[in-house]
């Protein structure tokens, strides 16, 4: 399970799962997770 942590203060996310500490913007949160699965 992907779990994700905004981080209001960079306006980035932290995806956390398979592949650590990703640090990502909002809007692609979708697409780093759908990769992370692949």
Known sequence: M???HRDTTTAASTVTGPR???IIAP???I???VDVHV
């Open 2 to 4: 992907v779990v994700l």
């Open 20 to 22: 650590r500490d990703v």
């Open 27 to 29: 809007d692609k949160a």
């Open 31 to 33: 697409e780093v997770a």
